[in-house]
T-cell receptor, first 115, second 112 residues
Framework: QKEVEQNSGPLSVPEGAIASLNCTYSDRGSQSFFWYRQYSGKSPELIMFIYSNGDKEDGRFTAQLNKASQYVSLLIRDSQPSDSATYLCAVIVGISQGGSEKLVFGKGTKLTVNP | DADVTQTPRNRITKTGKRIMLECSQTKGHDRMYWYRQDPGLGLQLIYYSFDVKDINKGEISDGYSVSRQAQAKFSLSLESAIPNQTALYFC???????????FGPGTRLTVL
């Protein structure tokens, strides 16, 4: 099993809808989880991070973490065409293995919001 | 000015040539990273450095080498470029492993 897995999509939603992006991870010791947004041809930028089980809201974005299920998600409410991008899930792994911890990225989910 | 800069931004080269990609940062971070990104494969870690004297291989280090000349500078070299090294390369920095990583604008490398 890969360390961080995402549905590659593409995911297409109409403007104003809720976009739901999902990510699973394999390292049970992981404590830090991140969502990056990457526009085509640009560099990734952090939009959310979450460390504790439950929900974390920031504007139209909500990150959800369930450590028991090793699952993290990102919800985008009232989706806008400007949200069209690839969303990368990233997880700090390696802590439970006693080695150097590192940030591992999923392959990303491409989201298209249609006007 | 950008906090993390990469040079060159675009490079076309031929098989067998030696190539150096440079990264500089003004964020004062100790940790620096080199990634490559291929369509559909996400970001793959090539090398990372926790300080000037600490350099570590990532998941795809074969064919690459790095140099951490100073806290602010981290260079990636392809000793003998091959076509499957054609990719988008990103440099990133962070203060601590658990903190946000800040990415440079990327270098698009094409090996013919």
């Amino acid at each position: 099993q890969k360390e961080v897995e995402q549905n590659s999509g593409p995911l297409s939603v109409p403007e104003g809808a809720i976009a739901s992006l999902n990510c699973t991870y394999s390292d049970r010791g992981s404590q830090s989880f991140f969502w990056y947004r990457q526009y085509s041809g640009k560099s990734p930028e952090l939009i959310m991070f979450i460390y504790s089980n439950g929900d974390k809201e920031d504007g139209r974005f909500t990150a959800q973490l369930n450590k028991a299920s090793q699952y993290v998600s990102l919800l985008i409410r009232d989706s806008q065409p400007s949200d069209s991008a690839t969303y990368l899930c990233a997880v700090i792994v390696g802590i439970s293995q006693g080695g150097s911890e590192k940030l591992v990225f999923g392959k990303g989910t491409k989201l298209t919001v249609n006007p | 000015d950008a906090d993390v800069t990469q040079t060159p931004r675009n490079r076309i080269t031929k098989t067998g040539k030696r190539i150096m990609l440079e990264c500089s940062q003004t964020k004062g971070h100790d940790r620096m990273y080199w990634y490559r990104q291929d369509p559909g494969l996400g970001l793959q870690l090539i090398y990372y450095s926790f300080d000037v004297k600490d350099i570590n291989k990532g998941e795809i280090s074969d064919g690459y080498s790095v140099s951490r000349q100073a806290q602010a500078k981290f260079s990636l070299s392809l000793e003998s470029a091959i076509p499957n090294q054609t990719a988008l390369y990103f440099c990133a920095t962070s203060d601590l492993a658990g903190d946000e990583q800040f990415f440079g604008p990327g270098t698009r490398l094409t090996v013919l």
